[in-house]
Structures are given as structure tokens and as C-alpha cells.
């Protein structure tokens, strides 16, 4: 399944939590338009070179950046800063989340 | 009996039954060849326990680190080994280059070598490995 949206979400102790979902599916209508446009060149590039056997590697090659994009549901990263004081001995703690779904 | 115990059990029978087929002379050898890669190839079944799905990375601080950040990283298998077969499309010269730059520094891989198969050894041998750094934070790798 191809992810669509990545969200990202800022959460700080005594401010407002901030939640932004971006919406992949976008870049990848442009994306998707741009591959489409490459793909007679690509054909061209991989029908040239196929005698030297660069051919086969380039489609699989092409075909690859679809199966990566396909692939990057579910990547997440959490990070959690623990309260560091600052010069005027105040500080906050600091939690980031970084979701693609 | 665990669940690991009879696929194995299954995938043997399997095994059998299509060398049974090769010595009546039913198949040819490459069917054979194709049969048994597909069968050794095959997902675990339905009830089965399913393989891990992710890789986990969990940076944490050390017990007496108090200012160290908590990390937790959940990287898609899927994105692992997509990503590591673009290493099959870098050309003969450069991979050569890169084999020689990695042994240098004390790497012993080789990417003429590399395929499907070393991706998942590569992912069984990263399972649940414990790294301290300097006493200051834990790095867990572990695949779920």
C-alpha cells in the first residue's frame, strides 16, 4: 500500500502541540506524472543499451523506485528530549513524532 | 510439536513429494530446480507465525545519563531490502571501487556476491543486537 500521508507531530511541555499531516499522495502525483514523461526515454535509454546488458538493469532499476515508495508505509521515528534547563534555568521537554501511513 | 516444527514437516513432505515427481520422470530437473526454490521461497501459512515486519532501532540513555534522548526509530523490512537491492544495479567498476574502500576499512563485504538471500542474513544477524556507546547511551537493534 502507498503511503499518503506523513504526519508530523511537535509535542512540548507548556505550548501548544503542533500536528501536521502532509499529504504524499500529492508529491506523488507529480512523481507519478514525472516517471510517466521519463518512461519512453527510459525505454529508449534501456533498448540502447541492452546489448551491454544495461537494459534489463535499468527497467529493474525504474521499476525499483515504485516498489521503495510502495515500501516506506509504516516508517516511523519518535523522539524524546528530556527537560535540559537553559540559562535562565528554564526549560522544556520536547517529544517529536514522525509518522508515514 | 511447535508451529515451526510442522512447517518444516509441511515443506520437507513438499520437497519430497517433488523429487518423487523428478525420479518418475514427470518434471525435468529445471522444473525441478524451480519447484524447490519455490517451495524453500515460500510464505509461512495461514495460523503460521508471520516473519517480522520491522526494524527497530531504540537509542536510549545510559542509567546515569539523564540529558540523553530517547530515540525510536521503526524502519518497514520492506524498505530494507528494497533499498539494499539498488546495491545489485551500482556498475561492475564502481562496485569494485566500493568492495575495495569497505575492506579498507575493515568491511569484509562484497557486493558482486550480494543478493535476496544475504538480505535476509544480513536482517537475521541484526536481530536484537545491543550496542553501548561510551557509557552514555544504549543502542538496541532489533527486528519485530
Known sequence: MIPLWLWVRVEEDGKRHLSLPIPLFLAWLLLGALLLLLLPLVLLAALLSWPWGWGRALLQMYVQIFVLIASLSGLRLDIDSPVKAGRDGSGQGRTTHVVIR | ?144
Open chain 2, 1 to 144: 510439536m511447535s508451529l515451526y516444527d510442522n512447517k518444516e514437516e509441511t515443506m520437507n513432505e513438499e520437497k519430497r513429494k517433488i523429487l518423487e515427481m523428478l525420479a518418475d520422470k514427470k518434471i525435468t530437473v529445471d522444473d525441478a530446480e524451480k519447484l524447490l526454490a519455490a517451495v524453500s521461497e515460500a510464505p509461512p501459512a495461514a495460523g503460521g507465525t508471520p516473519g517480522p515486519k520491522y526494524l527497530r532501532v531504540l537509542v536510549e540513555p545510559a542509567p546515569g545519563n539523564k540529558e540523553g534522548d530517547r530515540v525510536n526509530v521503526r524502519v518497514p523490512l520492506n524498505l530494507v531490502r528494497a533499498g539494499l537491492k539498488f546495491a545489485s544495479f551500482i556498475p561492475a567498476q564502481a562496485r569494485d571501487k566500493v568492495n575495495s574502500e569497505l575492506k579498507e576499512k575493515g568491511v569484509p563485504f562484497d557486493l558482486n556476491h550480494f543478493d535476496a538471500r544475504d538480505v535476509e542474513a544480513l536482517l537475521v544477524h541484526l536481530n536484537d543486537l545491543t550496542v553501548e556507546v561510551e557509557g552514555k547511551e544504549n543502542v538496541r537493534v532489533f527486528c519485530e
